[in-house]
């Protein structure tokens, strides 16, 4: 277990859970939140590795919620953000990259295990939470987009988490953008997250190493930072790589500021561990091929605040809405 705590001498506001459930590792944070407009602040982290989801993975997320509890002068509450189209109980229902979690009662297993009030969502909603709290009450219209294994997506409009019908608003990377590509675990074809999510940039980066057209000493992994660290040495190659990924992201991105005229689109997920660069050429794509509509007044495009936090971050403050103990756009 990994574990880093900060101290503050700050007392005052509420402290609560946030674990963000993901495929290769749990992260867990304990966060005070003031009433107001105060973005988290971050207390406790904890990171244990994930295991192959279904009930194993319940255990681990409790031993992370544990670990965080012991250390909190009382936590008022847990969230969880998990992976997944997540109903109004909390309950995973589809999970086209996270299969071994549908149907899991997460929230409820913690609640009785350990004695707290718990809440779940889709992680990427999470992100969208914590973003709206990092970024203050100027915010009121963000899309948080996450580009990981696949595509998560949160939307607040108003200050508020589009959630929809079911639950399950916000799902970006199952929007088709190529009725003919490649299929999805999601039994459709040409997902945007097929073109756009960090598992897509890794699969174009081996394909370019073993066409020959990318040199591999250039580019030792498969991952944004290596990529982008030969774009900037001037690998073209390299950049033809990151071209290509950067319009598909721009395309998906165009389509919902389309739809919803955001004040800010902020991106997370693994593939920013790469940092500004790949916004920049995002951004890039976005003013060069998408029109009046997006292109000649596109929104802030922001790395998610909390970087690789975020989603637990979210969790966390999320669970206070819920359990009614910060108002919304706290
Ligand atoms: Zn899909």
């Given at each position: 277990?990994?574990?880093?705590?900060?101290?503050?001498?700050?007392?005052?506001?509420?402290?609560?859970?946030?674990?963000?459930?993901?495929?290769?590792?749990?992260?867990?944070?304990?966060?005070?939140?003031?009433?107001?407009?105060?973005?988290?602040?971050?207390?406790?982290?904890?990171?244990?590795?994930?295991?192959?989801?279904?009930?194993?993975?319940l255990d681990v997320i409790v031993a992370a919620?544990?670990?965080?509890?012991?250390?909190?002068?009382?936590?008022?509450?847990v969230g969880l953000g998990l992976a997944g189209f997540v109903d109004p109980s909390g309950?995973?229902?589809?999970?086209?990259?996270?299969?071994?979690?549908?149907?899991?009662?997460?929230?409820?297993?913690?609640?009785?295990?350990?004695?707290l009030d718990c809440v779940a969502d889709n992680d990427a909603n999470c992100v969208a939470v914590a973003c709206h709290a990092a970024l203050g009450p100027r915010v009121t219209d963000l899309v948080a987009v996450t580009l990981g294994t696949?595509?998560?997506?949160?939307?607040?409009v108003g200050g508020e988490l589009v959630r929809g019908r079911r639950g399950w608003a916000g799902e970006p990377g199952h929007v088709v953008v190529d009725p003919d590509g490649p299929?999805?675990?999601?039994?459709?074809?040409?997902?945007?997250?097929?073109?756009?999510?960090?598992?897509?940039?890794?699969?174009?980066i081996r394909r370019a190493v073993d066409s020959g057209a990318l040199d591999r000493a250039e580019v030792p992994t498969d991952t944004a930072s290596d990529l982008l660290a030969a774009a900037s040495r001037g690998v073209s190659a390299a950049e033809a790589v990151?071209?290509?990924?950067?319009?598909?992201?721009?395309?998906?991105?165009?389509?919902?500021?389309?739809?919803?005229?955001?004040?800010?689109?902020?991106?997370?997920?693994?593939?920013?561990?790469?940092?500004?660069?790949?916004?920049?050429?995002?951004?890039g794509q976005l003013v060069l091929r998408h029109g009046v509509v997006v292109g000649e007044d596109p929104p802030e495009l922001v790395l998610?605040?909390?970087?690789?936090?975020?989603g637990a971050i979210g969790a966390a403050v999320l669970a206070?809405?819920?359990?009614?103990?910060?108002?919304v756009g706290a």
């Open positions: 277990m990994m574990r880093a705590v900060s101290s503050s001498g700050e007392r005052s506001g509420i402290e609560l859970i946030g674990v963000d459930v993901g495929g290769t590792k749990v992260l867990g944070v304990r966060v005070r939140v003031r009433d107001g407009s105060s973005a988290p602040e971050v207390l406790d982290t904890v990171e244990l590795p994930s295991v192959a989801h279904g009930s194993e993975v919620v544990q670990a965080l509890a012991d250390g909190a002068s009382g936590a008022a509450g309950v995973v229902r589809v999970a086209p990259n996270a299969a071994g979690l549908v149907d899991l009662d997460v929230a409820l297993t913690v609640a009785e295990r350990l004695g696949g595509i998560g997506g949160g939307i607040v299929r999805c675990p999601c039994g459709q074809r040409g997902c945007w997250e097929r073109y756009a999510s960090g598992s897509a940039l890794s699969a174009s990151l071209g290509d990924f950067a319009a598909w992201v721009a395309l998906g991105l165009a389509g919902l500021v389309a739809l919803l005229d955001p004040d800010v689109v902020a991106v997370g997920g693994g593939v920013t561990a790469a940092g500004d660069g790949l916004l920049d050429a995002v951004r998610a605040p909390g970087g690789p936090a975020a206070g809405r819920r359990l009614g103990l910060l108002r």
